[in-house]
C-alpha cells in the first residue's frame, strides 16, 4: 500500500532539497582558505578558526568571531576589532 503525498507536499520536499543541495554547495566553495587568528583584548585572550573564499575574508571573520568572545557589547566589539591582533596562520 503506497501512501500519497499531495502535490503541494512534493513541492516542499523538492523546494527543501534544492535548498539544501545550494547550502552544501556554497559552504563546500567557501571553505577554500582557512585563517586563524587570536587576540587579546581587555585581559582576556581568544583564537578561532574561520574557512572562506578569500584569506582577507577568513582572516576579518576570524577576527570578529574572536572579539565576540572577548568584548561585551558593540562598542567593546568594534574596539576589539582594531586592536592588533596576538597571532596569525592563514593558509
Request: charged fraction near 20%.
Amino acid at each position: 500500500m503506497a501512501i500519497k503525498i499531495p502535490r503541494a507536499g512534493r513541492a516542499g520536499l523538492l523546494l527543501f532539497g534544492s535548498l539544501a543541495a545550494v547550502l552544501v554547495y556554497g559552504t563546500v566553495q567557501m571553505s577554500e582558505h582557512s585563517c586563524e587568528v587570536c587576540v587579546s583584548y581587555k585581559g582576556r585572550d581568544k583564537c578561532r578558526t574561520v574557512a572562506a573564499s578569500t584569506v582577507a575574508e577568513a582572516r576579518q571573520a576570524a577576527i570578529m568571531n574572536a572579539c565576540a568572545f572577548v568584548s561585551a557589547g558593540i562598542r567593546d566589539s568594534m574596539a576589539c576589532q582594531r586592536t592588533p591582533i596576538t597571532s596569525e596562520s592563514c593558509d
